[in-house]
């Protein structure tokens, strides 16, 4: 049996961060997800899609995302119930997600138009509003780097790496 989800939306308001008993992080949000089709109005309609992501990803995701922000996200379906302080079931359908991915700068939002079109006209020479410093070298990133080029943590400063094993996905 699958259950894979792959989402690709808009973050409706900051993420929910909170911490478990034992201590494990746990963040909820919602993506707007727009229909690939449109209603009568010529509009797009929109899925408000409810995600729940745990531990170190939660932390990071409440930490560098907020309202607007553009996430790519790749979980499970999970469906739970429970009773409401009325005496009601309550049945909730989420995304349990696996991995969030953050697919705009911080910068490109910040100096994004109100209307959030991120397309790049024909013949710009502008990268989303975010221009590389002519005092920083670009050490092979380009515009699209979450870091914004700049304060990538990891460019080669010429000091040792602090990382433990534990840190490592291998």
Known sequence: MI??????????KDPDL????????????????????TNQQGDHDADFIPVVVWRRQAE????????GSLVGVEGRIQ???????????????EVVADS??????????????????????PGSNTNNGYQQPASSPNRGYNDN?????????????????????DDLPF
């Open 3 to 12: 259950n894979r989800v792959v989402l690709v939306g808009r973050l409706t």
């Open 18 to 37: 909170r911490y478990t008993p034992n201590g494990a992080a746990v963040a909820n949000f919602t993506i707007a997800v727009n229909r690939p089709f």
């Open 60 to 67: 990071n995701t409440a930490n560098f995302v907020g309202k």
């Open 79 to 93: 469906t739970r119930s429970y009773d409401n302080n009325e005496g009601r079931r309550v049945f909730v359908t």
């Open 100 to 121: 969030v991915q953050f697919l705009e700068s911080r910068n490109a939002r910040a100096n994004a138009p109100a209307n959030n079109n991120f397309s790049q006209q």
């Open 145 to 165: 780097n979450p870091f914004g080029g700049q304060d990538d943590p990891f460019a080669d400063d010429g000091k040792p790496i602090d990382i433990s094993d």
